[in-house]
């Protein structure tokens, strides 16, 4: 069945060193996809989405890379602060709905 | 973004009573509603995907005479736990999509946290 993973359940990085999450999906008729941000307790926040037709996409701070070639998306989180600490969430699909990822803890060191 | 309220934020109740969840969207129209179950480091579960005035679908494995969800508007839907048991225990979030310009984006509330004793 459709699938969407991410290659690493931690990520531990240097307050304001540069992140990059990572998120593979199985459905290659997935035309949209978005990133989500879940802090503890909270609902998941939306960060930056990129349509299939497009390759990257730039928000404040966060850079999305769309590689259908491979069915991969990354987030890119340039100078990682101590408020980046969070789950995040890739999620691939479209009209209908969403398959999310398992999610990627982000643990920011001081 | 747009703002998806979500109450209650916290609930405890006790075995074989029911639950009322509500999920408002706030600023937009809401033609889709979704409803999920989060395990603790784990995923978001689909539960149901409900349309204003449609019955709910609901995901195979999940009993609908168990989670009752209605969509009466186009901004609030509800998701009722009939007869909880502590098994029910769970992070309930709710998600709403509209439609324009950000009609491809679920925006979500801020969950439900739910303990049956």
């Known amino acids: 069945g459709e699938s969407v993973g991410l290659h690493l359940p931690t990520l531990s990085v240097q307050e304001g060193d540069n992140s990059i999450i990572n998120c593979a999906y199985s459905n290659s008729a997935s035309d949209y996809f978005i990133w989500y941000k879940q802090e503890s307790g909270k609902g998941p926040q939306f960060i930056i989405d990129?349509?299939?037709?497009?390759d990257k996409r730039q928000g404040q701070r966060v850079t999305v890379l769309l590689n259908k070639t491979v069915k991969h998306l990354s987030l890119q989180i340039a100078a990682t602060q101590p408020g980046d600490s969070a789950v995040y969430f890739c999620a691939a699909g479209g009209t209908y709905k969403y398959i999310f990822g398992t999610g990627t803890r982000l643990k920011v060191l001081a | 973004g747009a703002v998806v309220s979500q109450h209650p934020s916290w609930v405890i109740c006790k075995s074989g009573t029911s639950v009322k969840i509500e999920c408002r969207s706030l600023?937009?129209?809401?033609?889709?509603m979704f409803w999920y179950r989060q395990f603790p480091k784990q995923s978001l579960m689909l539960m149901a995907t409900?349309?204003?005035?449609?019955?709910?679908?609901?995901e195979q494995g999940v009993e609908k005479d168990k989670f009752l969800i209605n969509h009466a508007s186009l901004t609030l839907s509800t998701l009722t736990v009939t007869s909880a048991h502590p098994e029910d225990s769970s992070f309930y979030i709710c998600s709403a999509r509209g439609g324009g310009l950000a009609k491809n984006i679920q925006y979500f509330g801020a969950g439900t946290r739910l303990s049956v004793l």
């Open positions: 600023d937009f129209q809401a033609t889709t």
């Open positions: 990129i349509r299939s037709n497009m």
């Open positions: 409900s349309n204003e005035g449609s019955k709910a679908t609901y």
